[in-house]
């Protein structure tokens, strides 16, 4: 069974940045993308991005590209999510989600969520 | 990108209820078609991929039907762990997108 442990919550002023942890269970960590999922207050699931632990490549959407860095220490099995110039509307919960499958978008675990609260 | 449609937006049902939500695709998506479950404060589950595919642990009284476009997810007889905010989320193509999630409350 694996298990995605994430970073507790954080808030943070306007113009900030986050940096928020997930750390695997699995020794699998390497082979499967970890993807970064928010969900706002009252919103629905919105997709940020994935990183390849084993190579590091990132992948981000296009709402994301410049504000957010995706990075990973394999030694610890544990992906980051950091989310730069932060405002209001970035108040989310923040999930990692591993790929189902070697490059599918398909999500089969997930970790509890970390909530970033963005306020003055 | 692709975008999915839900409906309800949400739902009042009793246990031992039959449930059924729909999912709308705004292009073919064949079968690439999954449906998770949510609940506050603990992390998402994976009920049914590929459309029809019951993930493992997941109880039998979930499933899933529809191809193409049109999809839905069925609880057979809701039970008191089944109240929870379910969404649909296409991963056709990159980026993966979720439909608007639907509220199963109790009646």
């Known amino acids: 069974q694996v298990q995605l442990v994430q970073s507790g919550a954080e808030v943070r002023k306007p113009g900030a940045s986050v940096k928020v942890s997930c750390e695997a269970s699995?020794?699998?960590?390497?082979?499967?993308?970890m993807h970064w999922v928010r969900q706002a207050p009252g919103q629905g699931l919105e997709w940020m991005g994935w990183?390849?632990?084993?190579?590091?490549?990132?992948n981000y959407a296009e709402k994301f590209q410049g504000r957010v860095t995706m990075t990973r220490d394999t030694s610890i099995s544990t992906a980051y999510m950091e989310l730069s110039r932060l405002r209001s509307d970035d108040t989310a919960v923040y999930y990692c989600?591993?790929?189902?499958?070697?490059?599918?978008?398909?999500?089969?675990?997930w970790g509890q969520g970390t909530l970033v609260t963005v306020s003055s | 990108d692709i975008q999915m449609a839900q409906s309800p937006s949400s739902l009042s049902a009793s246990v031992g209820d039959r449930v059924t939500i729909t999912c709308r695709a705004s292009q073919s998506i064949t079968n690439y078609l999954n449906w998770y479950q949510l609940k506050p404060g603990k992390a998402p589950n994976l009920l049914i991929y590929a459309a029809v595919l019951l993930q493992g642990g997941v109880p039998s009284r979930f499933s899933g039907s529809g191809s193409g476009t049109d999809f839905s997810l069925t609880i057979r007889s809701l039970q008191p762990e089944d109240f929870a905010t379910y969404y649909c989320q296409q991963s056709y193509t990159s980026p993966p997108t979720f439909g608007q999630g639907t509220k199963v409350e109790i009646k």
């Open positions: 990183i390849n632990p084993n190579s590091g490549v990132t």
């Open positions: 699995a020794h699998t960590f390497n082979v499967y993308n």
């Open positions: 989600a591993r790929a189902q499958e070697v490059g599918s978008i398909d999500f089969d675990y």
